[in-house]
Nanobody, 127 residues
Framework: QVQLVESGGGSVLPGGSLRLSCAVSGYTPSSACMGLGWFRQAPGKEREHIARIYGAGGTTYASSVKGRFTISQDNAKITLFLQMNSLKPEDTAMYYC???????????????????WGQGTQVTVSS
């Protein structure tokens, strides 16, 4: 079974930066198309799909984070990253990484359809 573990969350001032990591295990990256994505969920809100990476490195972003966040992978495609710059209070949420072949096929996938999730890491942006 695929396992994902997020890390790197914390508290930051508005305008600051954080880099989240997601360690992925339980699959061979070269054996199949496995899309990876970052999601976030604020209290009382629906889980939001904010970024995706797939194939040879194609990416998509939600409009709410485009230009500020960057999704990437290490060379072995074992670790997923989310570089978050120019953070706003509205970015405060629990951040999750997810993996599913569906993310290779579609830019936006309803979270309930995705098979594998990490436990989440909290990001708080406040002064």
């Amino acid at each position: 079974q695929v396992q994902l573990v997020e890390s790197g969350g914390g508290s930051v001032l508005p305008g600051g930066s954080l880099r989240l990591s997601c360690a992925v295990s339980g699959y061979t990256p070269s054996s199949a198309c496995m899309g990876l994505g970052w999601f976030r969920q604020a209290p009382g809100k629906e889980r939001e799909h904010i970024a995706r990476i797939y194939g040879a490195g194609g990416t998509t972003y939600a409009s709410s984070v485009k230009g500020r966040f960057t999704i990437s992978q290490d060379n072995a495609k074992i670790t997923l990253f989310l570089q978050m710059n120019s953070l706003k209070p509205e970015d405060t949420a629990m951040y999750y990484c997810a993996a599913d072949p569906l993310l290779c096929q579609k830019p936006w996938v309803p979270p309930p359809l995705l098979s594998y999730w990490g436990q989440g890491t909290q990001v708080t942006v406040s002064s």
